[in-house]
């Protein structure tokens, strides 16, 4: 199987990719060759944090952190699989990508010693808007509960498409109401745990913002997240709304 990495090096250039990295991680590829990353979880370092097999690692790793140099990787909240602590620490090691996370990421910059790293970190809340080559990159609101009040949710627009990440949250069609009404691209997560939008949610997001299409997320790593993807698509279908189930390590074309 080629690996991921290889996937997105040989991706073309002139055309904008996006690919699947399985749970809640999405790398962009632009059609000048630069690479954003969101979420990424590369590691195992939850089951060894959290202690029991709940949270065994369920997906297989297809990606290390030192196989690709990304222009920004993308943090929405401090969990750690959106803030990998094994891989963080190694995707900015090469003192050029640019880290943006949740506020409340301040606390794992300082217990992993990244304060080094200085202007490479910026931390991030609704409403900022930072700009990095084609990307631009706007936070929003998330709604993830007390255990994570400050997570954001992601709009990226590049080369022409704007790419709305939503982030761990419950469904809040009153903050969505403001949100733009010409996405190419919806992610959210289907898992229903943890103050998370679950399979019926995700839909109705869907239909409030109607985006090209509408990516599920944030199922199949862990036993203890839950999330049923064929759920999902079948009130997909029967709303007659566009949406694409991403195999791990899948690209495609935007």
């Known amino acids: 199987m080629q690996r991921l990495a290889e996937k997105i090096r040989t991706a073309p250039v002139g055309k904008t990719h996006l690919f699947s990295a399985g749970q809640a991680g999405f790398i962009i590829k632009s059609k000048a060759g630069e690479l954003l990353a969101i979420d990424l979880y590369l590691s195992e370092c939850v089951e060894r944090v959290e202690g029991h097999h709940g949270y065994r690692r369920l997906l297989p ?61 910026t931390y991030v809340a609704p409403k900022d808007r930072v700009t990095a080559g084609s990307f631009t990159i706007d936070f929003v609101d998330c709604d993830h509960g007390t255990g994570a009040p400050d997570a954001v949710g992601v709009i990226v627009t590049v080369d022409g498409k704007k790419v709305y990440e939503a982030g761990d949250t419950c469904l809040r069609l009153d903050r969505a109401i403001s949100l733009p009404r010409d996405l190419d691209v919806l992610i959210g997560p289907i898992n229903g745990a943890y103050g998370n939008m679950n399979e019926e949610d995700l839909p109705q997001l869907a239909e409030l913002l109607k ?42 074309v935007l």
């Not at 997240?225 to 495609?252: A, S, T, V």
Request: net charge negative; proline share 7%; with cysteine.
């Open 211 to 252: 985006p090209g299409i509408t990516i599920p997320c944030h199922y199949g790593m862990f036993a203890c997240h839950h999330g049923d993807p064929g759920k999902f698509y079948e009130i997909m279908q029967e709303k007659k709304l566009p949406c694409r189930l991403m195999q791990m390590g899948e690209g495609i």
């Open 61 to 121: 790793q297809m990606l290390l952190p030192e196989e690709l140099e990304f222009d920004v990787v993308i943090c929405t909240h401090p969990h750690l699989d959106h803030f990998d602590m094994d891989a963080v620490p190694e995707l900015i090691a090469n003192h050029r990508t640019k880290l943006l996370c949740s506020v409340d990421c301040e606390k794992l910059i300082h217990q992993l010693q990244l304060e080094y790293y200085g202007d490479q970190i």
